[in-house]
């Protein structure tokens, strides 16, 4: 007889048959008409692991190496598949219902000993921790291997194919992206000489362009294709230190959860509105020097002093050498001009086809001090009636595509209802925001339809 229950134990091979077999043990816990069933399936598990090979289960091994006793087994099992399960209610790990179990096998006396006893196998190995009458597992057994993190390759990063890719996403304004690719490249080239030791000033970016023309997805596209953070302010949230409003501080906020060591991570930042904080703006007033003179400490320095908002305020000083800033405004008034030679009443502006320089920027009423930490001065251009027209029927993200996906469907937009989306965009100077807008309120009906639904 005991010939053939040794011939019927197969050796476990695979941890899926070993974790599947201990999970049905447990479940049969506390039921006292399959008692036996219980106390056998353990024996069994005890057997089969016993044939199983030591090299490719470290439970065995352990088993092995160790000669176990059934007390031992059972705690070890039990706690295992409970902490595999993750049913973390506490009173699984006090010892009181351990040794409630522990009468199953008669074992109460040696659970009780080897709780007691810290030279137990189990404790002295780091397999358990026994804290305020709770065991606590730190090796668990039944859990996959852990698997070696592998190597990641390092990217090389093409700046013809990075703007390849760009301008699948940006339509138009050729000029600028080209810039704004060989700004961010010169920052990730000095991020990564600094890594050797050297040091560098940043190379910062100030944009320019009326609004609608594309400042703020540029970047954000950019962003995308590069894989590294992008954080989007409005200049007009923040006031000078002791003011209401935000402080300036709050916008390196979001790269917290990116950091390691103190250390912001490589990313951009872009400050919109920054024409709204100009001197002598109707909103600022007098203090809109002070709010430029605190962003010229943040942008000028590779070191930021940041006040924890908790119970206790504390200030941190944070590395952000690898944080390039962009700011960018409208700057409406240096973007237009009358045409000096017209007569009557049908004077209209005109875009100034020439570049806006350093001087003309501070002439409006921006810092010369924060001006003279930018390296590069990108101006975009607003969009015409064809720019219009390819973002809207873009098929990488264009607003049409993206409510197509949204909602699953390929119905086509009649191509006078497209004419008069441009048309309209075009003429009110509300650039790609508003060939959103419009389209979103062409597809609203569609949100409301039955046939669309979600799970959420």
Request: proline content about 3%; overall charge positive; glycine content about 6%.
């Amino acid at each position: 007889m005991q010939e053939t229950t040794k011939k019927q134990v197969k050796k476990y091979t695979s941890r899926a048959q070993l974790v599947e077999d201990i999970i049905q043990w447990n479940d049969w816990a506390g039921s006292a008409t399959k008692e036996a069933e219980y106390v056998q399936t353990l024996k069994d598990i005890h057997a089969r692991l016993l044939r199983s090979s030591a090299d490719k289960f470290p439970l065995v091994e352990f088993i092995q190496k160790h000669k176990l006793s059934q007390a031992e087994l059972f705690l070890l099992l039990r706690i295992s598949v409970l902490d595999l399960q993750r049913i973390m209610i506490r009173s699984f790990f006090q010892v009181p219902y351990l040794l409630e179990k522990g009468q199953v096998f008669g074992l109460r006396q040696e659970l009780v000993s080897i709780l007691l006893d810290r030279k137990s196998v189990l404790f002295a190995e780091g397999i358990f921790a026994f804290v305020d009458g709770q065991i606590v597992l730190k090796r668990n057994f039944l859990s996959a291997p852990a698997v070696k993190k592998r190597r990641l390759k390092k990217r090389t990063l093409n700046p013809k194919r990075i703007l390849a890719e760009l301008n699948k996403y940006v339509i138009g304004q050729d000029e600028a992206k080209k810039q704004v690719v060989a700004g961010v490249f010169e920052h990730l080239i000095k991020c990564a000489n600094t890594k050797k030791g050297q040091t560098f000033n940043k190379s910062n970016i100030f944009m320019s362009g009326p609004t609608g023309c594309g400042k703020t997805y540029l970047l954000q596209c950019l962003a995308d294709i590069l894989k590294i953070p992008f954080v989007h302010a409005d200049a007009n949230q923040y006031t000078q230190t002791g003011y209401s409003g935000m402080d300036v501080g709050d916008i390196l906020r979001p790269l917290g959860k990116y950091a390691k060591g103190g250390k912001w991570p490589i990313s951009i930042v872009f400050i919109d509105e920054i024409d709204k904080i100009r001197q002598g703006s109707e909103k600022y007033g007098s203090s809109s020097t002070n709010v430029q003179a605190e962003l010229l400490r943040m942008i000028e320095s590779n070191f930021y002093r940041l006040e924890l908002k908790q119970t206790a305020k504390t200030i941190v000083k944070i590395d952000i050498s690898q944080v390039l800033f962009v700011v960018g405004g409208a700057f409406e008034n240096l973007q237009v001009k009358h045409a000096d030679k017209t007569v009557g009443f049908a004077s209209t502006p005109q875009v100034q086809e020439r570049t806006l320089s350093a001087d003309d920027y501070i002439a409006y009423g921006m810092m010369p001090e924060l001006i003279g930490r930018f390296s590069y001065f990108v101006q975009l251009k607003g969009l015409e009636k064809d720019d219009l027209r390819q973002i809207l029927l873009n098929p990488h993200h264009g607003p049409l595509q993206q409510y197509k996906e949204l909602l699953h469907t390929s119905t086509q937009v009649a191509p006078e209802i497209i004419d008069n989306l441009i048309s309209n965009a075009f003429e009110r100077h509300l650039g790609a925001r508003g060939l959103h807008q419009q389209v979103g309120q062409l597809f609203q009906e569609a949100f409301l339809e039955n046939k669309v639904q979600i799970e959420i």
